[in-house]
């Protein structure tokens, strides 16, 4: 059965979040921290990964990661806090 993430990436101050979609959250997360995909993470050296949920279903995992992007910074905190209260980089844990 195919899994589907729903992620977000922080940087070292936790300041600037980005939330993302895929279906192979090591290697996508892999690639946000050598900065082998131009973009907004790179540019922003978002390096740490810090939420993800796991769902079965990828129209269901686009849906909630547009519902995340579409929702106000503090929610996105709140996520992360409700998952990684110490916002501790989750990649080596994968």
């Not at 050598?34 to 129209?59: A, I, R």
């Not at 996520?79 to 990649?91: A, E, I, K, T």
Request: aromatic share 12%.
């Amino acid at each position: 059965m195919s899994q589907y993430y729903v992620y977000i990436m922080t940087g070292k101050n936790n300041t600037v979040l980005y939330t993302g979609v895929t279906s192979d959250l090591k290697k996508r997360a892999y690639d946000h921290r050598c900065k082998t995909v131009e973009g907004f993470t790179k540019q922003y050296n978002l390096t740490k990964l810090v939420y993800y949920d796991v769902l079965s279903d990828p129209l269901e995992a686009i849906r909630r990661e547009k519902q995340i992007k579409a929702g106000r910074r503090a929610r996105k905190i709140d996520l992360v806090n409700g998952f990684n209260p110490s916002w501790v980089d989750l990649y080596e844990k994968l």
